[in-house]
């Protein structure tokens, strides 16, 4: 299970009904914070970052696209060049780092969407680039009924993706509907630190 908390205009709230419910069923999961997320949420961040049920993780400095050309994704302009790669993933690293006490392993882009050159440059940082297999809630914009069922469709190894950053969406509804089913067919859940030691 991973959240993503992408801040910004519209994006800087906190969707405590779904963190209350990973803590609830003691889920574990990896979070991913922006930036301004975190800049926007200080002390939501400390109190997340003190939780060892959750892991977190880099999601980027503005929330750009990774792409050393400017490759737009979902409308979003990304990053055109070597230096502004190497800005949007380590600005934000040091923040992460700060609250956590320990370097984060994982970087999801902006969009999730990062090219060959810039996924080269992320590794190179030290930072695994994460993607996802299912879209559970569709960058928070899905009604609880569709969330409920992609996040049903999740096998063993499959990455969820879903935002913790919109309360009032349909992805707490629809994914504390689907997580009881999972847990019944014998499914559990890790971080990504844990699935990948």
């Known amino acids: 299970m991973t959240l993503d908390f992408c801040g910004g205009l519209g994006g800087n709230g906190t969707d405590h009904a779904i963190l209350d419910m990973l803590q609830r069923l003691q889920i574990p999961a990896t979070l991913f914070l922006n930036a301004r997320w975190i800049h926007a ?6 109190d997340l970052a003190a939780n060892r049920l959750f892991e977190l993780a880099n999601h980027g400095t503005r929330h ?29 690293d040091a923040l992460v780092t ?8 994982f970087f999801r882009p902006g969009t999730a969407f990062l090219d060959d050159v810039a996924a ?6 030290g930072l ?25 469709k999740a ?10 950053n919109h309360p009032g969406s349909g992805t ?16 559990s859940f890790t971080t990504l630190g844990s699935a990948f030691p």
């Open 64 to 92: 750009a696209p990774l792409s050393v050309t400017g490759k737009t994704a979902y409308g979003i302009p990304g990053t055109r060049s070597s230096a502004e790669v190497y800005e949007e993933i380590m600005s934000n």
């Open 155 to 164: 096998r063993p190894g499959d990455i969820i993706l879903a935002h913790g």
């Open 120 to 125: 080269e440059i992320s590794l190179a940082l």
């Open 128 to 152: 695994i680039p994460a993607g996802f297999s299912i879209n559970a809630d569709g960058g928070a914009t899905y009604p609880p009924a569709v969330v409920a069922s992609e996040t049903a």
């Open 41 to 46: 949420n200080p002390s939501r961040a400390r």
């Open 172 to 187: 707490a509804a629809g994914i504390s509907a689907a997580i009881p089913a999972l847990l019944e067919k014998g499914y």
């Open 98 to 105: 700060a609250l956590s006490g320990q370097r984060p392993r």
